[in-house]
Nanobody, 116 residues
C-alpha cells in the first residue's frame, strides 16, 4: 500500500501543523496506521498510532498535543500537531502495518521544522 505523506513545513514554536498521509489501495481499513519521526543520527521513534478499530496510542512527548485520526473512506491518516516546540523538529514518516499479515510499509518522510 504505497503511502504519500505531506504537510510538513516551517512553523514557529507554539504553532500547529497538520500532516496527512494518503494510501492507495482498497483495503486501507485493514491496516494499523502510524506516524514516526527521526532526527539525524537517532533512531526512528513512534509518535502516534491508530489501529484498525480506531484505538490510539501516543508517545509520551506528544501526549496532549498531537492527535492522530484516520478516514477509511478516503484512505487517509492525519496527525494534528499543536503547541509545537523545537524538539518536535524531525522528519515525520507515515507507516502502515497490515492487521493480518503484519507486512509493514513506509512512506517518504516529510520535514517538520519548529523554530524557537
Amino acid at each position: 500500500v504505497p503511502l504519500q505523506a505531506y504537510g510538513g513545513g516551517l512553523v514557529q514554536a507554539g504553532g500547529s501543523l497538520r500532516l496527512s498521509c494518503a494510501a492507495s489501495g482498497s483495503i486501507f481499513r485493514t491496516y494499523h496506521m502510524g506516524w514516526y519521526r527521526q532526527t539525524p543520527g537517532k533512531q526512528r521513534d513512534l509518535v502516534a498510532r491508530i489501529t484498525t478499530a480506531g484505538s490510539t496510542y501516543y508517545g509520551d512527548s506528544v501526549k496532549g498535543r498531537f492527535t492522530i485520526s484516520r478516514d477509511n473512506a478516503n484512505n487517509a491518516v492525519y496527525l494534528q500537531m499543536n503547541s509545537l516546540n523545537p524538539e518536535d523538529t524531525a522528519v515525520y514518516y507515515c507507516n502502515a502495518v497490515n492487521h493480518f499479515s503484519n507486512v509493514n510499509y513506509w512512506g517518504q518522510g516529510t520535514l517538520v521544522t519548529v523554530s524557537s
